[in-house]
């Protein structure tokens, strides 16, 4: 796997996990 491949599947994976953490702090505001 080249370097650039790795590096978008880290972004992936951390705008991911901002989605998840977003929609957990919705349902507990709600």
């Known amino acids: 796997m080249t370097s650039r491949a790795k590096a978008k599947q880290r972004f992936l994976l951390l705008f991911i996990a901002l ?10 505001i709600f």
């Open 19 to 28: 989605a998840i953490a977003e929609l957990v702090t919705i349902l507990l």
